[in-house]
């Protein structure tokens, strides 16, 4: 029963909630007892209260980790990522703690699978966890929760590094991932248009893959956004905006190279200057996006050197995340995620190599800390 206490005249009286309930306790007993039907979920907190734990996985947690996570989970069910923890009303926080109820009431496997479907939702950005678990993972990483939520954050933290593919040491609730790259549920992208007529190449460049049925299907870590990015990429080198197009005698330009005398840099080198990995350089020369020279004349057998113009050429269009962080004194992890919720694209490339960004899509407001 609900019931509004006579006012107080003073406000140290008012917050002494104890000593009104004996104040008024003979007038709270003369009012009329209103019948109300409570949802599963306040009937589950108030048996709860009146009976204590019961031997479900839910009633071994804390009663308030409970709650709050039933209102919590079913917050980002209803609201999507994008829901801020505040601002809520309490018929709200009501009928989101039914949402979560619904869920957490049947285990652990219940929540992993909820957090799947989350995944596939349409329009979902299921390649990072932080993102799309929005609020749910915002508070679990609250620093002023304590230890009785780990049960929970080691569901959560078992399906992340499940289910998502997270870089080795990048903390997890607390926890450093190995950077085992796992198969990510994300709702898989078809190959249409410009990426189906190009499926071959994408083979090559470790965005799609062959099954046993000869059929072509992307990786599970690329997006629509990155074919998007693969197309756009594809047109500015063909339409001769490198030092690459403009080295056609040989592969990767060799004679071309050595006619000018034009100056070589080592693959260390180059990755240096880019800010990336040294892996991630071959790459890049790979695929024609770095103009490389064969030196196995001069050095050890299949020796590569990358040359300075086409390394020049490529900083004019392109800039790494190692650089723009080195700008702006930013760690990298935290400029990363300021780049993904501007929606700056990424060059196409697989998921273990460093990130590299158009240079006139980075923006100065994106730049500029805040």
């Not at 780990?150 to 991932?177: A, I, Y």
């Not at 549920?185 to 190959?191: I, T």
């Not at 594809?234 to 030092?243: E, L, N, P």
């Amino acid at each position: 029963m609900l019931a509004c206490l006579p006012a107080e005249k003073f406000n140290k009286d008012a917050r002494d909630f104890a000593a009104q309930l004996q104040k008024h306790h003979g007038w709270i007993l003369d009012q009329p007892v209103v019948q109300a039907n409570s949802s599963p979920f306040e009937a589950y907190l108030t048996n709860r209260i009146l009976s204590g734990r019961g031997d479900r996985w839910i009633d071994r947690l804390e009663l308030n980790v409970a709650s709050r996570a039933c209102e919590v989970l079913g917050l980002r069910i209803a609201k999507g990522p994008d829901a801020a923890l505040a601002g809520h009303s309490e018929p709200d926080w009501r009928s989101y703690g039914v949402l979560g109820y619904h869920v957490l009431k049947d285990g652990p496997a219940a929540l992993s699978d909820c957090l799947a479907a989350l995944a596939r939702e349409d329009g979902a950005d299921s390649r990072f966890f932080g993102r799309l678990f929005g609020p749910w993972i915002v508070w679990l990483k609250s620093r002023s929760l304590g230890d009785e939520f780990e049960p929970l954050r080691d569901v959560v933290r078992r399906h992340v590094f499940g289910n998502f593919s997270v870089r080795k040491g990048v903390l997890v609730l607390g926890v450093p991932s190995e950077g085992t790259a796992s198969s990510n549920p994300q709702k898989s992208v078809s190959l249409t248009g410009f990426a189906k007529r190009n499926a071959e190449d994408l083979i090559c460049r470790g965005l799609a893959t062959r099954d046993d049925g000869g059929s072509i299907a992307p990786m599970n870590f690329v997006t629509q956004q990155m074919f998007d990015a693969y197309e756009r990429e594809k047109k500015f080198f063909r339409a001769g905006q490198s030092s690459y197009e403009k080295a056609e005698s040989s592969v990767y330009g060799a004679d071309n190279a050595r006619a000018s005398g034009e100056s070589r840099l080592s693959f260390g080198d180059a990755a240096r200057q880019l800010k990336v990995t040294v892996k991630t350089a071959g790459y890049l020369i790979q695929h024609g996006m770095l103009c490389g020279v064969d030196t196995s004349e001069l050095y050890r057998r299949g020796a590569t050197v990358v040359t300075a113009d086409s390394l020049t050429q490529f900083q004019k269009s392109f800039t790494s995340l190692g650089e723009l962080a080195e700008i702006t004194q930013r760690p990298q992890g935290a400029f990363s995620m300021k780049l993904r919720n501007a929606n700056v694209a990424l060059l196409a490339m697989p998921h273990d190599l460093s990130r590299i960004y158009w240079r006139e899509d980075v923006s100065a407001d994106v730049t500029t800390e805040k």
